[in-house]
């Protein structure tokens, strides 16, 4: 039973353009979403993080916006640079008690063409 | 600079052989996960501790046990006992009341 779901395994666009990854969830209990960029061979990387408190947050050329009521988060990239390219994980955690384990999507891989 | 190290980096495993990633950490992280990422399957948790002598089931931790004796370290046996050993292992670190993981750089192993 996958609770966050990235349902495109890959996305190729152009430097200079919008990147647009989505993610789903199922778990209504989910009130914190966070998106990592992973390169091959190494760890993920934080990159920016939304409450569900919230339905925007910016950080620069990346934006994550949330809608509750569908289960769905989006990262957008603006714009986006070759050195995008990598796979993004989108994560979610229950916050309900202390436990801050997060689930992960099976990511998608961004390719920014020059 | 403070951070994660895992090692070794690439590890080769005999079928029936117990193995043992390392997973340092000096960030003062209180809490502890390891990750196993497989293709198209993203990341799974295996275990995770939030305090020392203390640690809790992922969603696939058959096959695997951990320690964490001290509060920097964690861990990960891989046992015989694990079916599908191969895969790319992550180990990452956060502050209790913190969602901002980090991730080491990864083992991975290899069964031959």
């Known amino acids: 039973d996958q609770q966050v779901k990235q349902n495109s395994p890959s996305l190729s666009v152009q430097e200079g353009r919008i990147s647009i990854l989505n993610c789903d969830y199922t778990?209504?209990?989910?009130?914190?979403f966070l998106w990592y960029k992973k390169y091959p061979a190494e760890g993920p990387t934080f990159l920016i993080s939304i409450s569900s408190i919230k339905d925007k947050n910016e950080d620069g050329r990346f934006t994550v916006f949330l809608n509750k009521s569908a289960k769905h988060l989006s990262l957008h990239i603006v714009p986006s640079q070759p050195g995008d390219s990598a796979v993004y994980f989108c994560a979610a955690s229950a916050s309900g008690g202390s436990n801050y384990k997060l689930t992960f999507g099976k990511g998608t891989l961004l390719t920014v063409n020059p | 600079d403070g951070g994660i190290t895992q090692s070794p980096k690439y590890l080769f495993r005999k079928e029936g052989q117990n193995v043992t990633l390392s997973c340092e950490q000096n960030l003062n992280h209180d809490a502890m996960y390891w990750y196993r990422q497989d293709p198209g399957q993203g990341l799974r948790l295996i275990y995770y501790s939030q305090i020392v002598n203390d640690f809790q089931k992922g969603d696939i931790a058959e096959g695997y046990s951990v320690s964490r004796e001290k509060k920097e370290s964690f861990p990960l046996t891989v046992t015989s006992a694990q079916k599908n050993p191969t895969a790319f292992y992550l180990c990452?670190?956060?502050?209790?009341?913190?969602?901002?993981?980090?991730f080491g750089s990864g083992t991975r192993l290899t069964v031959v």
């Open positions: 778990n209504s209990m989910f009130d914190y």
């Open positions: 990452a670190s956060s502050i209790y009341s913190d969602y901002g993981y980090t």
